[in-house]
């Protein structure tokens, strides 16, 4: 993978800060039909780590896709603080 292609991706991971758990996320300038799946989880996994403790681990991600995103319109995710446990935090989007 070239150095062009790392820095697209990093960029297209770094979400824009709206409020307290709610990021928007763009798709790259491409012409495309739908937005790919890969993004949209990156980007959702992205959204609920900065919403916990830097010391913490993504544990897992599960994800659902049930209707295709239209890249011309930014993604909004919402990261739900479902728990902030000993052991691990649990977040929703």
Do not use: C, K, W
């Amino acid at each position: 993978m070239s150095q062009d292609a790392v820095d697209q991706l990093i960029a297209l991971l770094d979400l824009e800060s709206i409020e307290v758990n709610m990021f928007r996320g763009r798709s790259p300038d491409e012409d495309r039909q739908r937005i790919f799946g890969g993004q949209v989880a990156g980007q959702a996994l992205v959204a609920a780590a900065r919403t916990v403790d830097e010391d913490r681990q993504v544990h897992s991600l599960h994800a659902y896709f049930l209707r295709a995103g239209d890249p011309r319109v930014p993604v909004l995710y919402e990261a739900d603080r479902i728990r902030d446990g000993g052991s691990f935090p649990t977040r929703r989007g």
